[in-house]
């Protein structure tokens, strides 16, 4: 479950910087509130669903689409492109010995509801378990206004517990102090490459 849950937050968290040379789309804004996102992925039958509370300036901060690969060097290929409606990610980044390709189709209205469809292969992982093709779905649809108890820039996990988007991007997650693994660059909205077994 762990795993999953980490996959599923990767896939929509990114660490980068948005004016690296590849990037030259513009990342869709979504519509300020509670957007409730739910990922599917063929390593686990159990759905995850997590509530994610955005403002404008957490959504620039934690966007659609990905910014980029952090660290220069880590993805030998990084594309982002808009096609009609829907945007596209390509990617092959390699880290920790491992060679990730990925490919993303995230298509939808930013203000109710989109999707990410995406592909992710993993080879020479120095974790077997890690390796092979995962695909995943993620949904994510607007609810409306953040309750309460959830701030811009929070995110409620499936247990319950709330964390700042911050401390999930990367595939970095330490909601309780402890380090969770490394991941790929992942975009935030979903699209990237995350490892899949310790990665929105």
């Known amino acids: 479950m762990k795993k999953v849950i980490l996959l599923g937050v990767a896939l929509t968290a990114l660490a980068g910087c948005d004016k690296l040379p590849f990037f030259k789309v513009t990342s869709p804004p979504?519509?300020?509130?509670?957007?409730?996102?739910?990922v599917q992925s063929d390593r686990s039958p159990t759905p995850i669903v997590t509530q994610w509370c955005f403002d404008a300036d957490s959504d620039k901060r934690s966007p659609v689409l990905p910014k980029g690969p952090r660290r220069a060097g880590l993805?030998?290929?990084?594309?982002?492109?808009?096609?009609?409606?829907s945007?596209?990610?390509?990617?092959?980044?390699?880290?920790?010995g491992a060679t990730m390709t990925s490919h993303a189709v995230i298509s939808g209205d930013f203000t109710s509801k989109y999707t990410i469809n995406s592909t992710v292969d993993v080879s020479n992982s120095p974790d077997p378990a890690r390796n092979g093709e995962h695909k995943t779905t993620i949904t994510a649809v607007y609810k409306g206004d953040c309750p309460s108890d959830l701030s811009p820039g929070q995110v409620r996990l499936p247990t319950g517990e709330v964390v700042e988007m911050a401390q999930l991007r990367g595939g970095m997650m330490r909601p309780s102090?402890?380090?969770?693994?490394?991941?790929?660059?992942?975009?935030?909205g979903n699209a990237a490459p995350a490892p899949p077994a310790g990665g929105q």
């Open 30 to 38: 979504r519509k300020a509130g509670l957007w409730e996102q739910t």
């Open 75 to 85: 993805c030998q290929k990084f594309a982002v492109a808009k096609n009609g409606d």
């Open 87 to 96: 945007y596209t990610v390509d990617s092959s980044c390699s880290f920790t």
């Open 177 to 188: 102090g402890g380090q969770g693994g490394n991941a790929a660059p992942a975009p935030a």
